[in-house]
T-cell receptor
């Protein structure tokens, strides 16, 4: 199993450009989420999904879009990049056990985005 | 708004020392508290705690939750240089699928 795969690992954008961060998992997990990590800020939730076709906003959703057309994929779109979106982005998946959400997140290796 | 506060923010110890990391929280409809370890890349799961007073243990690491006082501690005994990492605490509450993370404790273990 590859686990959670994110691409690209590094990206430099100019202000106003758009791009998509790809995330795929092969563990058949229902739950997927996107976090950003900034120095001194910890991990902050951008968007999450509880299953194919279902997405919701997290703590810092502005400037980002997501969709979940399949269980495996959960891409994150930056619509018009801004320097404030310079960050490390992590995709994560999670699962239920015994009908209960476990909260155990499996993270991708991260994508470092710089917006000039 | 859910809130997680970790202390200390950073800590430097020598190999063999025992450390205690703290996590306090405010959350609506608490469901669980989780600890993660982050070395150079992605965080990895350590523990999930849902009940007060029940210690979770894995090797030299252990953790316990106090739901009355709204905090958890993570203990690491006989520290090794490989324990050097950022330790993250997160809570799940309200909407079950949204974790709120603290800012982390940077632990440095010197030989």
């Amino acid at each position: 199993n590859a686990g959670v795969t994110q691409t690209p690992k590094f990206q430099v954008l100019k202000t106003g450009q758009s791009m998509t961060l790809q995330c795929a998992q092969d563990m058949n997990h229902e739950y997927m989420s996107w976090y950003r990590q900034d120095p001194g800020m910890g991990l902050r939730l951008i968007h999450y999904s509880v299953g194919a076709g279902i997405t919701d906003q997290g703590e810092v959703p502005n400037g980002y879009n997501v969709s979940r057309s399949t269980t495996e994929d959960f891409p994150l779109r930056l619509l018009s990049a801004a320097p404030s979106q310079t960050s490390v982005y992590f995709c994560a998946s999670s699962y239920e056990a015994g009908g209960l959400y476990t909260g155990e997140l499996f993270f991708g290796e991260g994508s470092r985005l710089t917006v000039l | 708004e859910d809130k997680v506060v970790q202390s200390p923010l950073s800590l430097v110890v020598h190999e063999g020392d025992t450390v205690t990391l703290n996590c306090s929280y405010e959350v609506t409809n608490f469901r669980s508290l989780l600890w993660y370890k982050q070395e150079k890349k992605a965080p990895t799961f350590l523990f999930m705690l849902t009940s007060s007073g029940i210690e979770k243990k894995s090797g030299r690491l252990s953790s316990i939750l106090d739901k009355k006082e709204l905090f958890s501690i993570l203990n690491i005994t006989a520290t090794q240089t490989g324990d050097s990492a950022v330790y993250l605490c997160a809570v799940s509450g309200g909407s079950n699928y949204k974790l709120t993370f603290g800012k982390g404790t940077l632990l440095t273990v010197n030989p």
